[in-house]
């Protein structure tokens, strides 16, 4: 009698498909998930809008997603996945230690949030653990006293970027989740008013009108 193999048979080998927009993790990666024999790696791609056209996407078990990536950004990725009902798990692959995001990456339905500056040779027991029901986020508990001290350097910041703090306060307030009517709200401002800061904000830093680029400028400038 015929008997169906499911992803967590030991048996049964783990799909997976790889989005990252850098080539060097896409082939460590790979190389990680080969070594184990559970594991096989179905395709690759360098951005979102090439992922989303994958034929093969509804089938696999495992989606490792880069939230920076070109096209469609991760949490686009994410949104979109979860429009289409597509059944599999989902682990972000980020840069971005950051609460807020793992928090809006979460409500979009991933089902881990690792750190690229971990250790990537665990990848594969946290695939599994992610295959036998757990989610994975770190733990944002613990904040050094570096990341309290985070506008120690506010103002050479504000003049080598021509920013103001309201503008620098709109970057941190789209990364902690927020849209613009929120921030209005928040702010005590007028949505147009809102508008307009984040128009000059995209000038002046040169960046696209998504929330992943605020957090690529605000992590490299250590505004998170």
Same mark, same amino acid.
């Given at each position: 009698?015929?008997?169906?193999?499911?992803?967590?048979? =030991?048996?049964?080998?783990?799909?997976?498909?790889?989005?990252?927009?850098?080539?060097?993790?896409?082939?460590?990666?790979?190389?990680?998930?080969?070594?184990?024999?559970?594991?096989?790696?179905?395709?690759?791609?360098?951005?979102?809008?090439?992922?989303?056209?994958?034929?093969?996407? =509804?089938?696999?078990?495992?989606?490792?997603?880069?939230?920076?990536?070109?096209?469609?950004?991760?949490?686009?990725?994410?949104?979109?996945? /979860?429009?289409?009902?597509?059944?599999?798990?989902?682990?972000?692959?980020?840069?971005?230690?950051?609460?807020?995001?793992?928090?809006?990456?979460?409500?979009?339905?991933?089902?881990?949030?690792?750190? /690229?500056?971990?250790?990537?040779?665990?990848? !594969?027991?946290?695939?599994?653990?992610?295959?036998?029901? /757990? /989610?994975?986020? =770190?733990?944002?508990?613990?904040?050094?006293?570096?990341?309290?001290?985070?506008?120690?350097?506010?103002?050479?910041?504000?003049?080598?970027?021509?920013?103001?703090?309201?503008?620098?306060?709109?970057?941190?307030?789209?990364?902690?989740?927020?849209?613009?009517?929120?921030? !209005?709200?928040?702010?005590?401002?007028?949505?147009?008013?809102?508008?307009? $800061?984040?128009?000059?904000?995209?000038?002046?830093?040169?960046?696209?009108?998504?929330?992943?680029? $605020?957090?690529?400028?605000?992590?490299?400038?250590?505004?998170?």
């Amino acid at each position: 009698m015929l008997t169906h193999e499911g992803p967590n048979s =030991p048996k049964a080998k783990i799909k997976v498909i790889i989005a990252d927009d850098h080539p060097l993790i896409i082939t460590g990666i790979t190389e990680i998930l080969e070594k184990n024999k559970r594991f096989s790696v179905l395709e690759t791609h360098k951005d979102g809008n090439s992922l989303m056209q994958s034929t093969v996407l =509804p089938d696999v078990d495992v989606l490792l997603l880069d939230l920076n990536m070109p096209g469609k950004d991760g949490l686009q990725v994410l949104e979109a996945i /979860k429009f289409m009902g597509l059944k599999l798990q989902v682990l972000v692959l980020t840069s971005y230690f950051s609460k807020e995001l793992a928090a809006q990456c979460e409500m979009a339905g991933a089902n881990g949030y690792i750190l /690229k500056s971990d250790n990537l040779d665990s990848l !594969a027991a946290i695939i599994l653990e992610v295959m036998d029901g /757990k /989610k994975v986020f =770190p733990d944002f508990s613990k904040k050094t006293e570096e990341d309290l001290n985070e506008f120690t350097f506010l103002d050479q910041f504000l003049k080598k970027y021509n920013l103001t703090k309201r503008e620098a306060e709109v970057i941190q307030m789209v990364c902690k989740g927020h849209n613009s009517k929120e921030i !209005a709200d928040l702010l005590f401002l007028s949505s147009f008013t809102v508008q307009t $800061h984040r128009r000059n904000i995209f000038k002046k830093l040169n960046i696209e009108g998504n929330a992943i680029s $605020h957090y690529k400028f605000a992590s490299e400038h250590g505004l998170l």
